[in-house]
């Protein structure tokens, strides 16, 4: 017959306590570390602009200077989709954020901006318009068709301000 521990009288063994505790000495020394790292801003950043002025008795922290930049304005475009029997039309207006330095430059070449975005938003769906992240995707592709034209570094942003589906 098979013997078992029963039978022979033997006592079940206990697990150790150790690895319980190992874990718990981890866990704490864990946690203290992180919370120093978060107190001492090695992580997080640590204190803000805002902090290390109030704490020097200042009510404001100095902001840091505006970069020099203009704004351009793009003609209103008003654009019909579809095959003309649907009778929709887009309405788009923006602006160009351009540096202060290529102000002329751009508006020289505004005539052949504005060819573009007629010729990109001409072609078109109306299942390319009424998706939810269109919007973000066509002005990616609207400012690197703008920034083809005008030349690499002139045209910093795209500013949409009038995108209306009629």
């Known amino acids: 017959m098979a013997k ?3 039978d022979e009288g033997e006592t079940p063994v206990k697990s150790s306590k150790m ?3 190992i874990g718990l000495v ?3 020394a864990g946690a203290g ?3 120093y790292a978060v107190s001492s801003g090695l ?3 640590g204190e803000s602009e805002v ?3 109030s704490d020097k008795g200042t009510d404001q922290a100095v902001p ?3 970069p020099d930049v203009t704004y351009v304005p793009i003609e209103p475009l008003v654009i019909s989709l579809g095959d003309g029997a649907t009778g929709k039309h887009l309405r788009f207006r923006g602006q160009l954020e351009v540096a202060a330095a290529y102000r002329a430059d751009v508006e020289h070449l505004m005539p052949r901006v504005v060819d573009v975005l007629n010729s990109y938003l001409r072609a ?3 299942a390319d318009l009424t998706d939810k992240a269109a919007l973000v995707r066509l002005r990616a592709h609207m400012l690197r068709r703008i920034q083809i034209v005008t030349g690499e570094g002139r045209i910093n942003d795209l500013l949409i301000m009038e995108f209306i589906l009629n």
Do not use: F, R
Request: hydrophobic share 50%; net charge negative; charged share 20%.
């Open 4 to 6: 078992t521990k029963e």
């Open 19 to 21: 690895p319980v505790l």
């Open 26 to 28: 981890l866990a704490l």
């Open 33 to 35: 570390a992180g919370y």
């Open 43 to 45: 992580l997080l950043g």
């Open 51 to 53: 902090d290390q002025a």
């Open 64 to 66: 840091d200077s505006l």
């Open 124 to 126: 078109l769906e109306m």
